[in-house]
């Protein structure tokens, strides 16, 4: 199994424009999450999905950010427009059940 | 509200010699643990985790962490540390009650370990 896939791996992007970010979760996984990880707020859940449909995303800063899962084997996260403080590295992670989760190597987002 | 604390943002250990990682954690019902480790420019790889029974869980690559309810304590364990070890290390928490369905993982701020050769 190739494990979790995200895309791009690095992005870099001036302040205003819209970003999308990929990720292909394993197949047969349940479960979609997507984090956040910078060195002020340590890693932080955005939003998360069982069988596609969102369950919770009270994480999600601010209207700027918004998730799809269109289909079970893909999903976006898109910021637009995107904002210096929205630097960070972002993870998607998938899970069977929930509780034990895989992480994919991650997209780092550099908004200048 | 769920909570984790990891104590320590660094910990050193000569290798060969026995490493902790402490992380201690809140929740209002009872708690689902995990650790996972994260290698540089990497995501994070589940090593164990606790849900119920025995207080001692053995997971990957040696490791091992001890349940502790009454000390609300989670620390990671192993006898013997090993240079590629060198990682950070992030404990996490669910309430087993916090709600149907609802997966949200609380991760600590992180650990670095650090085996020296």
């Known amino acids: 199994d190739a494990g979790v896939i995200q895309s791009p791996r690095h992005e870099v992007t001036e302040m205003g424009q819209e970003v999308t970010l990929r990720c292909k979760p394993i197949s047969g996984h349940d479960y979609l999450f997507w984090y956040r990880q910078t060195m002020m707020r340590g890693l932080e859940l955005l939003i998360y999905f069982n069988n596609n449909v969102p369950i919770d995303d009270s994480g999600m800063p601010e209207d700027r950010f918004s998730a799809k899962m269109p289909n079970a084997s893909f999903s976006t996260l898109k910021i637009q427009p995107s904002e210096p403080r929205d630097s960070a590295v972002y993870f998607c992670?998938?899970?069977?059940?929930?509780?034990?989760?895989?992480f994919g190597p991650g997209t780092r987002l550099t908004v200048t | 509200a769920q909570s984790v604390a990891q104590p320590e943002d660094q910990v050193n250990v000569a290798e060969g010699n026995p490493l902790t990682v402490k992380c201690t954690y809140s929740v209002s019902g009872n708690p689902y643990l995990f650790w996972y480790v994260q290698y540089p420019n990497r995501g994070l790889q589940f090593l164990l985790k606790?849900?119920?029974?025995?207080?001692l869980v053995k997971g990957s690559y040696g490791f091992e962490a001890e349940f502790n309810k009454s000390q609300t304590s989670f620390h990671l364990k192993k006898p013997s540390a090993l240079v590629s070890d060198s990682a950070l290390y992030f404990c996490?928490?669910?309430?087993?009650?916090?709600?149907?369905?609802?997966?949200?993982?609380?991760f600590g701020k992180g650990t670095k370990l650090s085996v020296i050769p």
């Open positions: 606790y849900i119920t029974g025995d207080n």
């Open positions: 992670a998938s899970s069977p059940k929930g509780d034990e989760q895989y």
């Open positions: 996490a928490v669910r309430d087993r009650y916090s709600g149907a369905g609802s997966y949200q993982l609380t």
